[in-house]
C-alpha cells in the first residue's frame, strides 16, 4: 500500500510524460505480482467499486470529530472532494491509539476494505476509525478513495502500456494485446503479462484486439494528398465494437473493453454465422433492415447496460453490426495487410453470410466506400453526414495496417460542425479539484417561446400548446467545458454578485448573461423539462453582446432538430 500510495503522489505531481512512464517503469519492475496485478487494475480504471457511501464516510468522520456539520461542509467546499476532506481533517477526530499499519496493496484490495464494507454499522465504523489512525495521511486519503469507488488516476492506458513493455522488454502493440479483454487482479494475470514471447500463453478465445482510433483531420492535410490513395467511409453514430467467433463462441466487446454479450444478444447470435476464428471491427447501432438511416444514439443508449433484453425492446430497438474493417479471418491476424487488402476478405466473408441461411444474417452490413474525385467532394459528402444519421466521414489510407491506439498519419476523422443555439445562464454549482472554490458546471435555459410572440409554442410533435402569458426560461442544457480560466474567473465573480437563491450547493443567477452553446444533436426526450435532450453540449463563446430577451426559444429548437432532421439522404446507405 505504502508503495501505491507513493506511485500514485508521483503521477500528480509529474507534469512529464517521460517522468510519469518513468515512474511507472520504477514501480512495476519492483512491485510484488500480486500487488502489482492490483494497482494495474486501479491504474487502468477498472477496480472503482463502491464498498461504502462518501456519505457514509462522511458520517463517521462528523460523528468522530465534534465539529459542525456546517464547518465540514465549509472545509469540502474549499477542498472539492470528500474524502480529501476528511484525511485533512484526521487530526481533529477523536481516534484510537493502533500500530502503524503495514500491508500489501493486495490484501487491502482482496481482504481488508471488503471486509470493512461487510461489517454493521458500529463496528464498521470502529474499522474505519482504527484505520485512519493506523495510516499516515496521504495513505489515509488512498484509503478513503478506494472505499467509495472515487480513485482516479492521471494516467492513460497508453502511459501505463509503456511502462509495462519497458520493463518486459516487449513492444506496446504486444502489451497492448495483452490488457485487451481485462486483467484478473492475480500474481499469474501479472506474471503472463510480462512473460517473453517464447513463454506466452495461448491467447483466450474471448480477447479483443486493440482498437484503431483515428485522429481529427485538418483540412489543409490533404495538399500534396492523391484522394485515389484513400478510403472515405460515414463515421456512424453508435458504439466501436468488435465481434468475434472463436472456440465455437461469440463475443461482442466496446471500445470501452466492456463485453456487451448481454445486451445485444442477437448480434451474438449473429456471430453463429461467422466463420471460426473470425474478428470483425464495426459499429453496434440501431437500425433495422427496412430502415434507410440508423437510428439516434439516444435509442441505442435504451440497450446499454441491460442484463435482459425483452422482445418489445429488440423490436423498438432493432440492432445491426455495421462492418468497417476485417482483423481475424480463419484463424489469422490480417491486421499488418493493408487495409483494401483487409475489405477485401470483409466484402467476400459478408457476401458468404449474407447466402446463408442464419436467422439474424441481415443484422451484418458493410460499411460503404465513398469514391472521390477531388478534396472539394469531400465537404460534399461531409454535408450530407446528418441526413443519413451520421456524425461525419472516415478517411483511411488504403495502404495502412490496422493499428493500435491512436496513432497519426492513416486513420483521420472528419467530423460534422456543431449545431449552435443562443442560451440563458440560469444556474452555476462550485466544480471539483482544482476549481472546487470556482463555479464551473453552468445550467443553461430557452425561451418557452420568443419574447413578444402570441404565446404559443410547439412541443417536440411540433403540435402548437398554449405557452400561456409571458415567455418563461425553461432548462434546456448543462455545460462544463468551453471557457478559459480568465473566463471562469470573471463569470464566477459574476454568479457571486447576481445571485438570487441558493439551493445547497446550486446557486440560482440572474437570468442576463447569454452563451452560444455548441452540441452535436437534438432528441425528443419525456425525461426533460424542455422536451429535448441535448447530445454532448458545450461553451462555444460568451455572447456579450446579446442581450437574455434575444436568446433562442424552444421554438428555436424544435426547428432546428426539424431542419436536421428534414436534410437528404442518399442511396449510399443501402448496404447488405
Known sequence: MREFCALYEQLDRSPGTNARVEALQTYLAAVDPADGAWALSLLLGKRRKRLITGRRLREIALAASGLPEWLFDDCHAQVGDSAETIALLLPQLALPEVELIEQPLAEWMGERLPAIAALEAAAQAEAVLSTWAGLPPGQAFLFNKLLTGGLRVGVSTGLVTRGLARVAGLEDAEIAQRLMGGLEPSAESFRALLAPLAEAGAVPASRPYPFFLASPLDPAQLQGWDPADWRAEWKWDGIRGQLIRRAGTS????????????????????????????????????????????????????????????????????????????????GADRREEPLQQRLQRLEALIASVAQGDHPERQRLRLSPGLTLGDWQELEQQRDRARGLGAEGLMLKRLASPYRSGRRRGDWWKHKLE???????????????????????????GLWSHPPGSAGMASDTTGEQNAAGGEPQLMTFAKAYSGLNDAEITELDRWIRRHTTERFGPVRAVE??????????????????????????????????????????????????????????????????
Not at 274 to 291: A, C, F, M, R
Not at 298 to 313: F, P
Open 251 to 330: 463475443f461482442l466487446w466496446s471500445r470501452g473493453e466492456e463485453l456487451v454479450n448481454e445486451s445485444f444478444p442477437e448480434l451474438v447470435s449473429l456471430g453463429e454465422a461467422l466463420p471460426e476464428g473470425t474478428v470483425i471491427d464495426g459499429e453496434v447501432i440501431v437500425w433495422g433492415s427496412g430502415e434507410k438511416r440508423p437510428q439516434s444514439f439516444a435509442t441505442l443508449q435504451r440497450r446499454l447496460g441491460r442484463k435482459s433484453v425483452g422482445a418489445s425492446l429488440r423490436r423498438q430497438c432493432p440492432m445491426a453490426f455495421v462492418a468497417y474493417d476485417l482483423l481475424e479471418s480463419v
Open 418 to 444: 456543431p449545431l449552435h443555439l443562443d442560451a440563458v445562464l440560469l444556474y452555476a454549482q462550485a466544480g471539483r479539484g482544482r476549481r472546487a472554490n470556482l463555479h464551473t458546471d453552468y445550467t443553461f
Open 511 to 576: 437570468p442576463l448573461q447569454v452563451f452560444e452553446l455548441a452540441f452535436e444533436g437534438l432528441q425528443p426526450s419525456k425525461r426533460h423539462k424542455s422536451g429535448l435532450a441535448v447530445r454532448f453540449p458545450r461553451i462555444s463563446r460568451w455572447r456579450r453582446d446579446k442581450p437574455a430577451a434575444e436568446a433562442d426559444s424552444l421554438e428555436s429548437a424544435l426547428e432546428l432538430m426539424r431542419d436536421v432532421e428534414a436534410r437528404p439522404g442518399s442511396g449510399a446507405t443501402n448496404q447488405g
